[in-house]
């Protein structure tokens, strides 16, 4: 009972900062998960010349759960999970997705004169704002789903799908 006790808390303490709290800044979008508080933003990274850099059109970092302090993604975040993989890159606008979800393409582009990331999900075209990780706690941390939630580009309407890997 204490352990499902502790963990609806930690579940809602990790929504309240991810799913439904104002995140400060400008990202292209966040992604947390059930198992802490902590997210990592997704900002746009552009040259001196103010031009969508290329080889890395995104950059990515953990924010802690005090919201306060910042910390790059580790080796293995990068390779294994959150890192961002380029398929192409063409003018001011990239298609990539994150190296452990393959089959969902984000379009870095300009959109309103606001960099956005857009995907693809059950026929509607979607600006990011958010992704949220429901994990299965275990030896081995396993994903359950993954809520994608944004506005749809056409409708300005908000919607969530659901990625179950």
Known sequence: MKHTLFSLLLWATACLSVC??????????????STNSNYICYDINLLADGTL???EPLKSYWVLGDGKRT???TFLDRKMAFGIKVLSSDGNEARVHMTAYKDLV????QHNGKWVG????NGHELIL?????????????KCEYVDVFGN????GEKRRERVTP
Do not use: W
């Open 106 to 109: 984000i379009r870095v582009c």
């Open 118 to 121: 857009i995907v693809s999900r």
């Open 129 to 141: 704002s958010r992704m949220f990780a429901q994990m299965k706690a275990s030896i081995y941390p």
């Open 20 to 33: 439904g709290a104002d995140i400060p800044g400008e990202h292209v979008f966040v992604f947390g998960r």
């Open 152 to 155: 749809d580009v056409t409708t």
């Open 53 to 55: 850099n290329k080889k």
């Open 71 to 73: 910390e790059e993604l």
